[in-house]
DNA sequence: CGTTAAGGTCAACGCCGTTGGCATAAGAAA
DNA sequence: TTTCTTATGCCAACGGCGTTGACCTTAACG
């Protein structure tokens, strides 16, 4: 077996699998998002991804300690991506409005990954500069230490939990989403306003809004709720 | 096989196991819950679920169409148990509170079924219950329909996301858990102030902050956000 | 150019969800 | 009470899974 996993730094010899592929650890995390992508969170297995690669699939447990390990490192090249796709401007609440946006629709392309990775620390560099990023502008916005932290956590937890609820309604099968959808028709719509008064009074409102994301509008609330307190801190001279 | 599923209200011959045990919807989604938490979302299979009920795996394709049929009941188990334990009193802020912390507590309490039903529409009865349940606090605090239904919207997908998040945490193993936990000691806390500023001056306010949930205060802001709103219109005179 | 061990392959283990076929006893009908 | 039907249980099997240990092969270092 693959009794321990050699680090990408100090990997040597480049081996050519019997199908001629070399492999390496970018190699199987990109290939492992495109199956993903492709076939769905159940697409990916360790056999199916050796197919892919030419290699055999215990050849992954040289770079990985199992799938679990895969799963951290594709969690942070999605934060990479995230990051990727973001410019700081310096005002402080577009930042962050556009980096939670870049996070959650970094995650959403590729929703089989991010409902496998978005609970996870994974203490790889791309996730800890995006940390460092978001403390980054909060602190340099004004927020005192305890504030800022605050405020980050609130940030980057709402996001990674956006993420994971909206990528997890694209996982579905087409047709279990469909049928997930359809509910708001099929289900509510059709309750009697007797029973259920409110539901069948909001039916229309409801059904146009429940299958899109909530994300963006909590987002601007948080913001706005920072931004409120950072004034009043302001105003009391703090 | 089991061609085809029959309905618990129209389920006639109860007809017990080998084993004694005799079947229900009810039993069997109880059993699975128990397994959920005391061996992990790894735990429940449907050998070992049939292990448990003492009967066949097979069997349970009588009950339910497949894994993810009973998935939803779970879920649906889940958003009864948090209405069960809530209590209306009239304060509309107040309400939402309680109800968000209950559903919140209620999924964190089963957390393997938490992360495997948190982003499903059920459309089965307590969860229309809830639905209808928050729908009505709002519109009784006097939000007009469009604002309900997008507070309802926003409070809803808050709890469950976070539900989800939260829950994902629990289910790791005790030691993937440890190990992530441990991240914001051993990695984060020991990035040197010259390449990461932010992170190394609010080290310890990590620490002691990011091994908690962001929900509560996540969900203050939104109530808060929305009383805003709501005080924004009743000035108005709308 | 010889040695070493990294990095491949192979075969096997014990799980998994699900299905088709079959047996049996619960409950309706007589 | 007996008979009949069929709902509901059981069994055996399928193909797939992650992971492991033993084994080969060859790239790279001295």
């Known amino acids: 077996m693959a009794k321990k996993v050699v680090r990408e730094g100090e990997r040597r010899r480049r081996r050519p699998t019997r199908q001629g592929t070399v492999l390496s650890e970018r190699l199987i995390v990109e290939t492992a998002l495109r199956m993903l992508r492709e076939h769905g969170s159940a697409g990916l297995t360790a056999r199916r991804l050796g197919v892919a690669l030419g290699a055999d699939p215990s050849t992954l447990y040289r770079y990985f300690a199992g799938l679990d390990d895969l799963t951290r490192a594709i969690g942070d090249e999605l934060m990479g991506h995230a990051l990727d796709g973001w410019r700081a401007t310096g005002e402080w609440r577009a930042d962050l409005r556009a980096l939670g946006l870049a996070i959650h629709a970094s995650y959403l392309a590729h929703p089989q990954a991010a409902v496998l990775t978005a609970s996870r620390v994974t203490g790889r560099p791309r996730e800890i500069e995006v940390d460092e990023t978001i403390l980054g502008i909060l602190r340099g916005a004004g927020f005192p230490d305890q504030d800022a932290v605050g ?9 990674l939990a ?9 996982t579905l099968t087409d047709q279990v989403r469909e049928t997930d959808e359809q509910m708001w028709d099929s289900t509510y719509a059709r309750l009697p306003a007797d029973t259920h008064p409110h539901i069948a009074a909001t039916a229309p409102l409801l059904a146009g809004r429940m299958t899109r994301s909530a994300y963006p509008e909590v987002l601007e609330t948080l913001l706005e709720g920072a931004a409120a307190r950072l004034g009043r801190r302001a105003r009391r001279g703090g």
């Open 151 to 159: 405020v980050y956590h609130a940030f980057i937890d709402l996001s």
């Open 162 to 170: 956006f993420a994971a609820l909206d990528a997890g309604a694209l």
